[in-house]
């Protein structure tokens, strides 16, 4: 079992819906969650941080259950510019470095 | 704003040739990371240095090393390149405060290296 499972998608919505994606981890010693987002030949850009059950940026939300592991992104009235890939990040406190990626889930928004 | 530089964009090296992929950061960031980013396999971490001169292995060190003689620069190195060794290549940084916001990492625009 992979330690950061995401779903691949393609998620292929028309322009101003509602869009979920999850992300499930592994390791119940995962400290902090991170969405990246990662436009096709680019950098992964940070999204949004997860530090406690959830938070929330403009037309993004992000959602954490630690119970059941996994977070979650909301993104609604999608745009044409929210098409990339979205990862799932997550770090563990193992008292050293750890930080492990999700594959991403692919989003497509179209007109 | 983070701003984090890579030396090339675009590399096409031979098999056996030796490669440097230069890494620059402008925040004072003290964790510095190399990873490669495949199809179908994510983001998986070469090598990471939490300070100059110290460098600890990720989970895929086999055919590279690095070098961090200076906080900002972090460098990767294929002492031999070879074709399983074509891939995008991403350096990030990020703090070592402590803070929750420490862990957040800032990413390179990446290398493409292809090895004929």
């Known amino acids: 079992r992979k330690e950061v499972e995401q779903d691949p998608g393609p998620f292929n919505v028309p322009e101003g819906a509602t869009v979920a994606f999850n992300c499930t981890y592994s390791n119940s010693a995962s400290q902090s969650f991170f969405w990246y987002r990662q436009d096709c030949r680019k950098e992964p850009k940070l999204l949004m941080s997860v530090y406690s059950s959830g938070n929330e940026d403009g037309r993004f939300t992000a959602q954490l259950n630690r119970a059941s592991q996994y977070i979650s992104l909301l993104i609604r009235d999608s745009k044409l510019s929210d098409s990339a890939t979205y990862l799932c990040?997550?770090?563990?406190?193992?008292?050293?470095?750890?930080?492990?990626f999700g594959a991403g889930t692919r989003l497509f928004v179209k007109a | 704003d983070v701003k984090v530089t890579q030396s090339s964009r675009y590399l096409v090296k031979r098999t056996g040739e030796k490669v440097f992929l230069e890494c620059v950061q402008d925040m004072d960031h003290e964790n510095m990371f190399w990873y490669r980013q495949d199809p179908g396999l994510g983001l998986r971490l070469i090598y990471f240095s939490y300070d100059v001169k110290m460098k600890e292995k990720g989970d895929i060190p086999e055919g590279y090393s690095v070098s961090r003689e200076k906080k900002e620069r972090f460098s990767l190195i294929l002492e031999s390149a070879s074709t399983n060794q074509t891939s995008m290549y991403l350096c990030?940084?990020?703090?070592?405060?402590?803070?929750?916001?420490?862990?957040?990492?800032?990413f390179g625009p990446g290398t493409r290296l292809t090895v004929t």
């Open positions: 990030a940084s990020s703090a070592s405060d402590g803070t929750p916001s420490s862990y957040e990492q800032y």
């Open positions: 990040v997550v770090n563990l406190n193992t008292g050293g470095f750890k930080t492990i």
